[in-house]
């Protein structure tokens, strides 16, 4: 049986949860998961540095394979259990997806990612305000590429639902529970209605309502 570490609170062990869900792979039947990271600490020990030398989370074991990285998680998965079709082959669907995971990676969540350890995991006499707010309005900047591709197309990464869909997604969600939860801190959230209307599309035919827990996201 495969074996994840990670806790659910975290963004990356989500991206692989939902994509497990799609491919019909169930926790305690298909996967074992053992709560890593933070508060469950284990990531630090020398039987988890072993598998993962970064100490973080998630990692997955699949018989003598090991992977960390939840995209490269999340790509081997498909690979290798997508036994019904669940996402797109072919060149243009692979790689119209593969865009939209390396452009979350380098360009959308490292400015969100600011705000969100700045206003979670920072105590409130080291933050700085300034830089929060910053992350935010240029997250909101961003998401307008986004809104503009939307207007196009059903998913981000085309007509079809894809990888990368589940990838951007959860950033999404973030900077939407954020702005909930600190509107002083972050300024106004951008009314991006592509953005919304592809969110609502995701709850109805997709997984992404498992993990789009604001306690989940927040306050963990």
Not at 180 to 199: C, Y
Request: hydrophobic share 35%; glycine share 8%.
């Amino acid at each position: 049986m495969m074996r994840l570490w990670g806790r659910k609170s975290s963004i990356n062990v989500q991206k692989v949860l939902w994509c497990l869900a799609e491919l019909g792979l169930k926790e305690g039947k298909d996967f074992e998961r053992v709560d890593a990271g933070l508060h469950f600490g284990l990531n630090d020990t020398p039987e988890f540095l072993k598998m993962n030398p970064n100490g973080l989370v998630p990692t997955l074991e699949d018989g003598e394979l090991t992977l960390w990285e939840s995209n490269t998680i999340m790509r081997y998965l498909v690979s290798q259990y997508d036994k019904n079709g669940r996402f797109p082959k072919g060149v243009s669907a692979q790689y119209n997806s593969e865009k939209m995971m390396d452009w979350q990676l380098a360009t959308f969540w490292p400015p969100l990612r600011t705000v969100f350890l700045g206003l979670t995991r920072t105590p409130e006499k080291d933050r700085d305000y300034d830089v929060i707010f910053k992350g935010y309005q240029t997250t909101n900047s961003t998401l307008g590429l986004l809104d503009n591709i939307l207007s196009t197309q059903d998913y981000c990464s085309g007509n079809q639902f894809n990888i990368g869909d589940i990838v951007v997604a959860l950033g999404v969600h973030r900077w939407v529970l954020l702005n909930d939860a600190f509107p002083e801190k972050t300024g106004p959230r951008s009314e991006l209605k592509n953005v919304e209307r592809w969110l609502k599309q995701l709850r109805s035919e997709t997984h992404f309502g498992e993990f789009a827990d604001k306690e989940l996201n927040i306050v963990k």
